[in-house]
């Protein structure tokens, strides 16, 4: 069963930066989809960024391009969202998860396509 745990997350002020790390464990993480997302108060969960697990692609949302880069190091089978320029719509609870059934080169943004997720980990940005 393919684990995943977030962190990194807290409290920063608008215009600062935080990486976020998920660890995935009980599997070989590179044969998966990574993605990130969040979910703010009242809002429905949305998506981030996602690599694939070809790592040929990576998409962001576009609220983040520019300002946010998704990485993977698959040694350590751990993917990274670095986060700059924050704002304060940026806060929210951040997840990973990850997917394997739709082939290498799938990505998505989607949440309803994922099957495996962390617990999340709060990002505050206070104006």
């Known amino acids: 069963q393919l684990q995943l745990v977030e962190s990194g997350g807290g409290l920063v002020q608008a215009g600062g930066s935080l990486r976020l790390s998920c660890v995935a464990s009980g599997y070989n993480f590179d044969y998966h989809t990574i993605g990130w997302f969040r979910k703010a108060p009242g809002k429905e969960r949305e998506g981030v960024s996602c690599?694939?697990?070809?790592?040929?692609?990576?998409i962001y949302e576009d609220s983040v391009k520019g300002r946010f880069t998704m990485s993977r190091d698959i040694r350590k089978n751990t993917v990274y969202l670095q986060m700059n320029s924050l704002k304060p719509e940026d806060t929210a609870v951040y997840y990973c998860?990850?997917?394997?059934?739709?082939?290498?080169?799938?990505?998505?943004?989607?949440?309803?396509?994922?099957?495996?997720w962390g617990r999340g980990t709060q990002v505050t940005v206070s104006s």
């Open positions: 998860a990850a997917e394997a059934k739709y082939g290498r080169d799938w990505y998505s943004l989607l949440p309803v396509l994922y099957d495996y």
């Open positions: 690599i694939s697990s070809s790592g040929s692609y990576t």
